[in-house]
């Protein structure tokens, strides 16, 4: 009776789990779907009201539109230069922060990460980060991009927690065999710690591919903006007419929906495509990662 009892319990429970999860997914995939339907489907379903998850009256035209602006091209590939650099910086600088915090006989090792801790708690606002972008003559510039945000502390956190699970053991045969520090980092530590490093730095990618902030503060040039802020002019400011230059008035007034649709559409995917590949390094460094602590 008692084991009837617990299956019972036991299966309630998954059929509650799998009814959450299916509401989940769901609320999850239903604005995308319906993003995609809308880019994909004749404008006149749009203004009725029409569309659900599947496009009606299918069409291309809204991206071939958007693939034969000017503009998206040079955006797109700001984005990616803007994407790597900024992540391989940020992986840099994060390794080099964690790794002498994960040695507890550091000196100063308390003073330090409380320094690390403070931009968690406090921050210096937009004017001062302007004005210092602008004193180090950083405006205009791919490093105002990348530099500001470079680090984040959490980040820091979570690879100095995995640096402390490598067992000690390595580092000490490592050190009897006269290996440095930093020969010890790139030998030992980092190889073991790629699930880590895949999952921080997916997390740097999808910020840096989704800003828009810092590049429409500190670039004031046309040709160095990223896709995310093209994206912000089409869709929030309501700048369809620079993708529908050569259409006639009516043609722009009826299709200025699925061109928002389809720029975002074609920002969104890259990242999307890219997630599928780090995706099992991502469950099992964010899992492993947040063991000890």
Known sequence: MPNQRLTIGRVSFNIVNAVIMIAVVVLTLYPFLYILASSLSEPIYIQQG??????????????????EFPMLGRSYLNTVVY?????LVSITLTVLAAYPLSRRNMWGRKAFTTVILLPMLFSGGIIPAFLVVNALGMRDSIWAIIIPGAVTSFYVFIMRT????IPQELEE???IDGCSHIQILLRIVLPLSLPSLATIGLFYAVAQWNSFFPAMLYLSSKSM????????????????DSVLGGTDASERALRGETVKYATIMAATLPILVVYPFVQKYFVQGAMVGSVKG
Not at 225 to 239: A, E, G, H, S, Y
């Open 83 to 87: 994407t790597i650099t900024g992540t």
């Open 50 to 67: 029409k569309i659900t998850i599947f496009p009606k009256g299918l069409n291309w035209k809204a991206y071939q539109l958007v693939f």
């Open 162 to 165: 995995f640096f402390e699970a």
């Open 173 to 175: 045969a490592a050190r």
């Open 225 to 240: 903006q990223p896709i995310q802020l093209l994206l912000r002019d089409i869709v929030i400011m309501n700048d369809t």
